[in-house]
């Protein structure tokens, strides 16, 4: 689907592997607080620092989290266990990740691509998250640093890994793939999505194969990309390291590689023989999680519409003409920031839907979280008043920055700005003057010149600052023509 | 009871005498704390003795009684505390280096629940390092003697908490088993060590060996204090996924119920192996609960037979993981080193004994890829083969009978160059923590060095009210007990 795929006559395969940290108020198998960006080690107890003779208790509200997400990627929910992953790292409290294996709670699902392509999804399990270690010291870099802080507030945070089948076949689809997932764990509730906090990371697995064949080439997995731009560039650099190597003659080494963000190139992790064997057993200090039929239908009855449901809601607004791909652009940004419910409560008060999404898509998106926030009948009252002719469309970003900082009923904000409309009377005194004022211009209006209309209107607003109404000056011209 | 009575009086009646006030709590703990400064130093049953913690405790208790308040059916009874149960602000070592300095910061359940019945935390005892052994020998800290005679051991991984109650130096104990370290102890100590059913105990705070396996179970000298106990820190805990609601009836109120009618199944694979004294032992024990009215037939099991085998896989396999989480980074022992990875191996290497060592090595083997269906994974299978024999027994037995431990205490030193004997120790033991099935050991005679003799009674899950009922008529026909050699006086 994109410039990458078929290059050189080589086809990119691409599984992903997204984690994501998901919103509980506390952690995964204890009472501490799950936030971030808290003091260091603060939200810690004997059970997330595993501490000798402590036992984990599972959160029931991750459970439900991990369904929602698995319903809304259309998998099947089944009886499943937790597994030991054991491996030692310093983070990792226990030396080892209770995470699940070869049970997890949802598998098979699927995820339609706006471009109405489709990826399976083999699994998404439960896990929790590690600490987070910060090298101190020398370049602040691993190799060289003095010593490490480690803190464990992120430590016992429950995670659900959602893991692709191969099916992605470009870096652009890849990206596509995590946004639209970005976009269904933030309407499931179960997840903020925020890339940039790390509640929400990707690894990719990516191989090359001659375009046409069906056999997988050797992988390598590229860890812990924290944007979707990383995702993209860091498939597109892996990509074209792979085909420079067989088109040399050379293999692929099975390999976990980095993405360095500076470079913009990917080094090598360790190798396959290097791989660590993390002795999976079945947790033995919690039981199955079975949800029963009851459980399933009711988080499913909880679930909100998908972005897909909604951008479609959105774009049947238009009628079932052919659509443009600014429009579809305009609906998925509304929909990726959550702003339909502010433009389906104007366009249901009669505000024209093209109109609605315009400033919806533009002058709301520019700060979404404080747009979110505002009561939808002030955001209904000010489109209304820009469809009327009250006030222009200057005065409605000013007057939605006013919202945005205070808020209010936006006709008082118009009023504290002078920006409400002038009134009939006052009007027609400024279009006379304005007439008056420019006699040569009126004279080739009065002869049919219907040109001249916007050259009145423009002294009128300049007279006005922009408080007149463009239709009622068009108006008052025509009715002093006679 | 026939025999000797307790060196330092039952529980039972220590509590009674407290709650009515003829004796007082700070009088019961100063007596025991005598007797271990008298003799511990030749027992070496504790590792940590708390002098102020328990003369605190019990001017806490006669506060209450002093007030008319009920300060619980454990009222001023000294307990000893296995050193792998967690206790607040007070070194919990598992007789390892590597847990150097560490002090838990809270308590585990059980003890939680002792302090609430009103007994009193005397002191932490002696074990096999992290509670692997059969001998009390594997501690960092030197082993445990036999108060019956301190050239033997006392059993393990709960020796000391075993010794102590043998020699009077705490009328109870706690101590837990993973595959017999309560009940073999027991035994070779000639008191009273009752595992639960897995789950009939909270396991929070308990240290873990071997998640699967491990209970946490009480050792005394008579059943019905094993009853009392275990009635006291039994039931469910929120902070144990894993633990059961608290069945009904108690255990204390089944003990006068008799064996009349009770099918007894003498156990084939838990006698065949045992020495002439344990196999008459036995016998002599099955004839008595004929004699209350119980009808007796053998029983084979043979899939008994693979469950060392099963064991020393399983067990190992979660202990390599249990045991992770000493690398150095977070609390105990830390050797420094120029990487983390060389400062876990350091601290690991210098923190672990052998014993340990040579477990974790077994079980990350056993899980490794590659080798985990033929090992973790046949294990897992035999365990469930086991669990089915036992429910087909059941269907035919109330309660089965068996030997603890196939000898007596033997001498120190015998056996710690040989593995595969000292974990023949526990052949008779294993099964019933592989089915997660209560199981306890009694005192009944002595062999031919005079040294205690255990037997074994075994029940079906949640079965321990009617195991109750067959030891209380056991202990009520056990030939005379004799007093330990060293003891409190």
Known sequence: MSASAGAGGWEPVIGLEVHCELRTATKLFCGCRNAFGDEPNTNICPVCLGLPGSLPVLNVRAVEYAMRIGLALHCEIRPSLFHRKNYFYPDMPKDYQVSQYDAPINVSGWLELPDGSRVSIERAHMEEDTGKTTHVGGGGRIRDAEHALVDYNRAGVP???????????????????????????????????????????????????????????????????????????????????????????????????????????????????????????????????????????EVAASLGPMPADRRQKLAGLFGTGPTTPARDDQIATVVELGLDALMLAAVESGVDVGLALARTANEAAADPDRARQLEPTNYVALLRMEAEGKISATHTKTLLADMFDGGGDPAELARRRGFEALDDSSLAAVVADVVAANPDEWARYRDGDDKLTGFFTGQVMKVTSGRANGKAVAQELRRLRG | MTGAPPPGGSALDLARSVRDGSTSAAE????????????????????????????????????????????????????????????????????????????????????????????????????????????????????????????????????????????????????????????????????????????????????????????????????????????????????????????????????????????????????????????????????????????LEECSIPELRHGLSAYYLLAPAEASSNLARYDGVRYGLRVEADTVEEMNARTRAAGFGPEVKRRIMLGTYALSAGYYDAYYGQAQKVRTLILNAFDRAYQRFDVLLGATSPTTAFALGARVDDPWAMYMSDVCTVPSNLAGHPAMSLPFGTDGAGLPVGVQVLAPALGEPVMFRAAAVLEDAAPARTLPRVRAT
């Open chain 1, 159 to 297: 995670l659900v890994e959602i893991v692709s089948a191969p099916d992605i076949r470009s870096s652009a689809q890849a990206r596509l793939y995590a946004s639209e997932l970005r976009g269904i764990l933030i309407a499931t509730g179960a997840s903020d999505g925020r890339m940039e906090e790390g509640s929400m990371r990707v690894d990719a697995n990516v191989s090359v194969r001659p375009a046409g064949t069906y056999e997988f080439g050797t992988r390598c997995e590229i860890k812990n990309l924290n944007s979707l731009r990383s995702l993209g560039r860091a498939i597109e650099y892996e990509i074209g390291r792979q085909v420079a190597l067989l088109e040399s003659g050379q293999a692929v080494a099975q390999q976990t590689r980095h993405f360095d963000e500076d470079a913009g190139e990917t080094v090598a992790l360790r190798s396959k023989e290097e791989a660590f064997d993390y002795r999976y057993f079945p947790e033995p200090d919690l039981v199955p999680v079975a949800p029963d039929a009851g459980w399933q239908a």
């Open chain 2, 28 to 295: 019961v703990v100063e007596r025991h704390l005598s007797a271990i400064d008298a003799v511990d130093g030749e027992l070496h049953a504790f590792v940590t003795v708390l002098h102020d913690g328990a003369r605190a405790e019990a001017a806490a208790v006669d506060r209450a009684v002093a007030a008319g308040e009920d300060p619980g059916p454990l009222a001023g009874v000294p307990v000893a505390v296995k050193d792998n149960l967690c206790t607040r602000g007070v070194p919990t070592t598992c007789s390892s280096r590597i847990l150097e300095g560490w002090c838990p910061p809270y308590d585990a359940t059980v003890v939680e629940r002792l302090r609430a019945a009103g007994a009193v935390v005397i002191g932490k005892t002696n074990l096999d390092e992290f509670a692997m052994g059969s001998s009390t020998e594997n501690s960092a800290f030197g082993p445990t003697r036999n108060p019956h005679d301190p050239s033997r051991v006392p059993g393990g991984s709960s020796g000391g908490s075993a010794a102590a109650v043998a020699a009077g130096l705490a009328p109870l104990a706690l101590g837990s088993d993973t595959g017999g370290s309560i009940r073999q102890p027991a035994a070779l100590c000639g008191v009273v060590g009752m595992k639960p059913t897995y789950g009939a105990v909270s396991r929070y705070g308990l240290v873990a060996f071997a998640s699967s396996l491990d209970q946490v179970g009480p050792l005394t000298t008579t059943v019905a204090d094993s009853a009392l106990l275990f009635d006291v820190i039994g039931g469910q805990d929120r902070r144990d996924s894993t633990c059961l609601e608290r069945p009904s009836p108690r255990c204390t109120a089944a003990l006068s119920e008799g064996v009349q009618g009770l099918r007894v199944g003498v156990l084939t694979e838990l006698v065949e192996g045992a020495d002439d004294a344990v196999a008459a032992a036995v016998r002599q024990a099955a004839d008595a609960l004929v004699a209350g009215g119980a009808g």
